[in-house]
């Protein structure tokens, strides 16, 4: 047939084809004749077709196989070239509908597959959509729930399944505390993160806010969640955690297994950090009371958890508070395990931490100037600012067995110092004043001190302060004795000593042997005096 064929068709499909050979050379024709006709009537055809079809399947007994091989072949070569983005899902379904066949020549991912709803609600899907392990699995009839190309969630309140269907077509839902619980079982059950993630963010984030869940509907749904990650007992990760992860063990926890938790480890980046960062949120919250009634044993259970998935900042987290003793028992050796997991995957602060623990032999290892020297490193290139300045101290002085370089010095805290660190600033603005690893200029030197000083850096506070007491070219004694307030209010003895010896002898202030008195007694025991309640700054 001809490429008028196409448009006759298309004039009057009932009409024109008259027998399933007619149809399926008219098919054909506009299959190999593509190149040749606009893409909106190719989408007009095989929107034409199921009708003329079901006109076919009134009249005659059934479609023959060579017919169909035809049909197959023409028809799914048209919408696998102009129908990728949006496969004819519910025309290809109603196709193997009236003639009882299945399109083999279809490219799998424009399958239809029908969602069997409660109250015979139905929706048609194309198989990409269903890419979770679970979905899969069913499709490939481990299941009873699923049987030609067809699902059944008939068990779903019809308003969770309007959500898991609009979730699957990336249409916009809305979640409310009635269908919360459900929600979660079902994401977890069909292994989907992203539901999962926003159905977490509203209990976490929304409700609290907008004080619509109940405090009864919160711990019940966190109880579900525990339940659904095993977190059945209060101890449960705890003992077993404890008693796994030794510095040779390769064990992971049992929960590590489950295809929930496979499919957040495949997710995209962006939901994987959603997840975490949302489940610590959680931990958080019991941790603190916050919104939930406070349960130091769950938060315990919920940190460890997320880094046993192997997220590194959850790894770096609970290493953390292993060596700080929050919510854990201070557990150094916990904490050295935990930063080297977080490290081995390029976390920078862990492999700061690292550096750390072999330069000066903390968390009960042994001291190791190479192996410092390569985390700091590591975590220098990776951009953290601790680390960076780090390294610039030892290539200034030469620590670490490594030779004095004023040049690596110098590139190492001019980037933590262009990344705002007071620290790297304070040391950065010393290069310019001394001439290390570069030309002596007293005024940048000045610029960095006073970016350092307004960053909070104490030794920078009290250089300016100095040179704007003593220096006879920018004295200026109010700047002297805003920087000396500025490094006294962070409980620095030196600078209440000097600010005490200031206000005895009438130097840049005027006398005040009360002030004086008062300040000797901070220097004293700093700790023990609130600065900004005892000391009014107007008297000045």
């Known amino acids: 047939m001809s490429i008028n064929s196409v448009y006759s068709f298309l004039f009057s499909p009932t009409t024109y084809c008259k027998t399933f050979s007619r149809l399926a050379s008219v098919i054909e024709s506009a299959e190999k004749n593509q190149n040749c006709i606009r893409e909106n009537v190719i ?27 035809k049909i197959d072949h023409s028809f799914s070569a048209l919408v696998s070239s102009v129908q990728c983005k949006r496969p004819p899902l519910k025309i290809i379904s109603k196709i193997e509908s009236l003639c009882k066949k299945k399109l083999l020549c279809l490219d799998p991912k424009f399958s239809p597959i029908a969602l069997i709803g409660p109250e015979n609600k139905t929706a048609i899907l194309s198989a990409s959509s269903l890419s979770s392990e679970m979905f899969q699995n069913m499709l490939k ?31 916009p839902f809305t979640i409310c505390e009635e269908n919360l619980i459900e929600i979660f079982s079902l994401a977890h059950l069909y292994c989907l993160p992203e539901l999962f993630v926003e159905a977490l963010s509203f209990l976490l984030i929304d409700a609290p806010q907008q004080k619509k869940t109940a405090d009864a509907n919160l711990r019940a749904t966190c109880q579900l969640i525990f339940s659904l990650f095993g977190i059945e007992q209060d101890d449960s990760y705890a003992s077993v955690i404890q008693s796994q992860l030794k510095p040779t063990s390769k064990t992971w926890f049992c929960q590590a297994a489950d295809p929930f938790f496979s499919q957040v480890k495949s997710a995209q980046r ?52 292993y060596e700080e003793g929050i919510c854990f028992e201070r557990a150094y050796q916990q904490a050295f395990i935990w930063y080297a997991k977080a490290a081995k995957q390029g976390f920078p602060a862990a492999q700061g931490k690292l550096g750390h ?11 190791d100037p190479v192996k410092a020297l390569k985390w700091f490193t590591q975590a220098a290139k990776n ?9 610039g101290q030892t290539y200034e002085y030469g620590l670490l067995k490594v030779k004095k370089n004023y040049l690596l010095a110098f590139h190492w805290y001019r980037k933590a110092a262009l990344s705002h660190y007071p620290k790297a600033q304070f040391h950065l603005a010393d290069c310019y004043e001394k001439g290390l690893g570069i030309e002596k200029n007293h005024q940048t030197a000045l610029n960095w001190y006073k970016k350092a000083a307004i960053g909070g850096d104490i030794a920078a506070q009290l250089q300016l302060a100095s040179f704007y007491e003593s220096s006879s070219y920018i004295a200026d004694h109010t700047q002297a004795i805003n ?41 004293a025991n700093p700790s023990n005096f609130s600065f900004d309640q005892h000391f009014n700054r107007d008297r000045l």
């Open 483 to 523: 920087w000396y307030l500025m490094a006294a209010k962070q409980a620095n003895v030196f600078a209440l000593q000097k600010l005490s010896f200031l206000y005895a002898n009438g130097i840049c202030v005027d006398q005040d042997l009360k002030i004086a008195r008062f300040l000797a007694q901070l220097a």
């Open 43 to 69: 989408v007009a055809l095989t929107s034409a077709i199921p009708s003329a079809m079901e006109g076919l399947c009134s009249k005659l007994k059934a479609i023959s196989t060579a017919d169909w091989k």
């Open 270 to 321: 962006k939901t994987q950090e959603r997840f975490f960062s949302l489940m610590n949120m959680l931990g958080i919250y019991l941790e603190d009371g916050w919104f939930f009634k406070k349960n130091t044993l769950k938060a315990q259970s919920i940190f460890t958890l997320t880094a046993t998935l192997g997220n590194a900042k959850a790894q770096y987290s609970l290493g953390y508070r």
């Open 357 to 367: 623990a072999y330069k000066f032999g903390l968390f009960q290892v042994k001291q």
């Open 141 to 171: 009839g481990d299941f009873a729930e699923a049987e030609n190309h067809e699902i059944f969630l008939d068990k779903l309140s019809p308003v969770c399944f309007d959500i898991l269907v609009a979730f699957l077509k990336g249409n």
């Open 383 to 391: 951009g953290h600012c601790p680390s960076q300045d780090e390294l």
